[in-house]
């Protein structure tokens, strides 16, 4: 069965210290690995897109790097505009449906 | 260009009241995907539509889920007979290509009386 397991659930941040969430997927197939943020009260947010074990993709202050087994969204220095939940999802061979993980919630003070 | 567009965006209704919720893809958008997702949750799916052909309805808890998208464009999600647990925000996304970058919309959240 197709699965994902986001870690840690919540993570609390100052402003500036860099960190990593994780993203550890089970899938037959794998087709693509995406990573989205939500705000409250909104829709998933497209990041980034991943196809294959090595791939990395940046935009600001994110870098999503991917393994055959799981994937890291890097955010180094971050701000308080950066708080957000962090969604992972994957594309896997035999379904057309994105199967997320529960998202990490990230928090960033200054 | 335009994003993926829901309505309405909130919606309460009384325990056995029927709701129909409404998606306008991005323009050109093949591919039509609709979501449910609960509270501290991921969002999980419900069903997909290739142009105006519903090729996956797996998602769908019971039969008193139905969506239709009948010109290949706007999609309607309707839920019949609405229970408590049918709380929730309804998310539609829609992509050029079933394996290409899904973009959602901004839900609707569904109240259930």
């Known amino acids: 069965e197709d699965q994902v397991t986001q870690s840690p659930e919540a993570l609390r941040l100052q402003e500036g210290e860099s960190s990593s969430l994780n993203c550890s997927y089970t899938?037959?197939?794998?087709?693509?690995l995406f990573w989205y943020r939500q705000d409250p009260g909104k829709g998933p947010e497209f990041l980034f897109t991943?196809?294959?074990a090595g791939e990395e993709k940046e935009k600001e202050r994110l870098k999503a790097t991917l393994t055959k087994k799981e994937s890291f969204l890097h955010i180094t220095a971050p701000k308080p505009e950066d708080s957000a939940t962090y969604l992972c999802?994957?594309?896997?061979?035999?379904?057309?449906?994105?199967?997320f993980g529960k998202g990490t919630k990230l928090s960033v003070k200054p | 260009g335009a994003g993926v567009s829901q309505s309405p965006r909130y919606k309460v209704a009384k325990r056995g009241q029927d709701v129909a919720l409404r998606c306008d893809p991005i323009?050109?958008?093949?591919?039509l995907f609709w979501y449910q997702q609960a509270l501290g949750q991921g969002p999980e799916f419900l069903t997909y539509?290739?142009?105006?052909?519903?090729?996956?309805k797996s998602g769908l808890p019971s039969d008193r889920f139905f969506a239709e998208r009948p010109e290949g464009s706007v999609s309607t999600l309707k839920i019949q007979r609405t229970q408590q647990e049918d709380s929730a925000v309804y998310l539609c996304?829609?992509?050029?290509?079933?394996?290409?970058?899904?973009?959602f919309g901004p839900g609707t959240r569904l109240l259930v009386l």
């Open positions: 996304a829609s992509s050029a290509d079933r394996v290409q970058t899904q973009y």
């Open positions: 899938v037959s197939g794998l087709r693509g």
């Open positions: 539509f290739q142009n105006e052909a519903q090729l996956d």
């Open positions: 999802a994957v594309l896997g061979g035999s379904q057309g449906n994105l199967i």
């Open positions: 991943l196809y294959s």
């Open positions: 323009s050109g958008h093949v591919s």
